[in-house]
């Protein structure tokens, strides 16, 4: 199968809303030469992450829309335009190779289109499109649900996160301390001629100055480092992990947080680690097996208290909460494409369940850290805020967090260029008895 082909299969199952690119690819990567999945995942994410822009562009030559029969045809045409506004692909191969996987598809009535569309497309965009950059949909490059939340939301930093939300993330590294330490892991890697600095919040953390394949990576597969964004690493320290302490991790896949916590304390009485759906627990057990870690997985709603709680309370809980993951777009794209603005209202409500759902569990004086990928105070802040109302034994603890910006509730990170992904951290603790008033 041809790259081109492969990325349209990939970006159609998303546009036909199916799958994410995160379940699409890997199908279609099987299918291609080795050499040629590097130009496939280019394609199909590079496509996604400027879709809301290529969209408008391509309704400029369009006569009408196309049919959504035709959202392969679709995914084409914009595949096409990626490759010339972006790539250094040249133009001819652009587009004579994307018009013949119009024969692929049996649409052969496809390739007049997609030829003429993407001829104009070559002439005529460098004039065009400062005219349609009036839009800010255009200029972001970000659905105009998302573009005007982030606008009320963070009129101060908006342009900031859409910029950050468009660039292609850092690689970053989680030192297992179990086996090693960051300095000594930082020698290991410039002897290895990887170029690679400490990050700056995480004590773990290492980022490297370019992306690498991980089993170039020192020691890898023998589990003394793992691939973890900076933001997500700072679970571990936020929990203040002693030994001897019961944990939860109530959203655990693919097990990142889970593996850091085992490797932060390794004296813990138990950590528990839940999930909705037991394939992704899956990845979980196979991270857990390469850092020779051991955590008591279970698949489970965790709304259904009863089919993993066993009635022995936790001292410390992780909430990573499902959300939008509008703080990791520039690592999953497709989000412009799947998440819609009615999904905000739903995720927060799912999420202050999960915190009601999980309170009891938590022993008194024990600490549960709310987090999530999100940058939406709807799903943070907002959250947080009404479940402290609601529940009179809980109270806010302050996160000891520099970066980021402080919350009503909590603290926001926001996706940084040469930095950490978006997230947000809130720490919540339940107030011994007598130490609170009922209702107040």
Known sequence: ????????????????????????????????????????????MGTARWQPRLEILAA?????????????????????????????????????????????????????????????AQRETAELLPQLEKDPVVVTAHPRWLQKSLK????????????????????????????????????????????????????????????????????????????????????????ALQPGLRVLDACCAPGGKTCHILEAQPQLAEVLALDLEAE????????????????????????????????QQFDRILLDAPCSATGVIRRNPDIKLTRQA????????????????????????GVLLYATCSVLPTENSDTIGQFLTRTPDAQELPTGLTCGIKQPHGRQLFPQPDGHDGFYYALLQKREPGSFIQGK
């Open 60 to 120: 400029q030559f369009l006569d009408k829309p196309l049919r959504r029969a035709d959202l392969d045809i679709q995914a084409l045409l914009l595949i096409g335009l990626y490759q010339l506004l972006y790539t250094r692909i040249p133009p001819h191969a652009a587009i004579s190779e994307t018009v013949d996987c119009a024969v692929a598809l049996k649409k052969n009535w496809a390739k007049g289109l997609l030829n003429a569309v993407l001829r104009r």
């Open 152 to 239: 009320a939301h963070w009129p101060e930093h908006w342009l900031d996160i859409c910029a950050a939300n468009n660039l292609h993330p850092p690689m970053t590294l989680r030192v297992n301390a179990l086996r090693t330490g960051r300095d000594d892991y930082l020698t290991q890697l410039q002897q290895a001629g990887i170029a690679a600095q400490a990050t700056l919040y995480s004590q773990s953390g290492i980022q490297l100055e370019q992306p690498c394949d991980v089993h170039q990576l020192p020691g890898f597969a023998a589990g003394l480092c793992s691939v973890q964004d900076e933001a997500a690493q700072l679970s571990a320290q936020l929990l």
């Open 1 to 44: 199968m041809s790259p081109r082909l492969a990325a349209a299969h990939a970006l159609t199952a998303v546009l036909q809303g199916k799958a994410s690119l995160a379940s699409s690819l890997p199908s279609v990567l099987q299918q291609v030469a080795d050499n040629d999945r590097a130009l496939v995942r280019e394609l199909a």
């Open 342 to 365: 009615e999904d905000i209202t739903e995720l927060a409500k799912l999420q202050g369940e999960l915190l009601d759902v999980l309170w009891p569990t938590l022993a008194q004086g």
């Open 280 to 311: 992704r627990l899956k990845r979980v057990q196979e991270n857990l097996d390469r850092l020779q870690l051991h955590a008591s997985l279970k698949a489970t709603d965790v709304r259904a208290i009863d089919n993993w709680w066993d009635g």
